[in-house]
């Protein structure tokens, strides 16, 4: 069966760090493009981050939202099968429910409808 689950997630402070990981079981992610989504009470999902397959030749590897370039970063450890988001400098508006996702395609976008896979979401809370 495969399955992504996110951990990391919590309350901080403005200013401060999180790394969220995406754990996957099931499957290799190696061949997979990963994204991060985030979902806000009230908005949409957007997409956050991805990080494509190394079998996709591609001049860009990684994907960032303008609102989060700078201050995240996506990295994937394939001997452990699983994502990281590394998330710096946080700001209230990046509380969300984030989520992780797999495209089987390995090329990977920031668009939802892209990915074939999801985890159940994490909670990150920015706030004093």
């Known amino acids: 069966q495969l399955q992504l689950v996110e951990s990391g997630g919590g309350l901080v402070q403005p200013g401060g760090s999180l790394r969220l990981s995406c754990a996957a079981s099931g499957f290799t992610l190696d061949a997979y493009a990963i994204g991060w989504f985030r979902q806000a009470p009230g908005k949409e999902r957007e997409g956050v981050s991805c990080?494509?397959?190394?079998?996709?030749?591609?001049?860009?590897?990684?994907l960032y939202a303008d609102s989060v370039k700078g201050r995240f970063t996506i990295s994937r450890d394939n001997a452990k099968n699983t994502v990281y988001l590394q998330m710096n400098s946080l700001k209230p508006e990046d509380t969300a429910v984030y989520y992780c996702?797999?495209?089987?395609?390995?090329?990977?976008?920031?668009?939802?409808?892209?990915?074939?896979?999801w985890g159940q979401g994490i909670q990150v809370t920015v706030s004093s």
């Open positions: 990080t494509r397959s190394r079998h996709v030749t591609s001049n860009e590897t990684t």
């Open positions: 996702a797999a495209d089987g395609t390995g090329w990977g976008t920031l668009d939802s409808s892209w990915y074939d896979y």
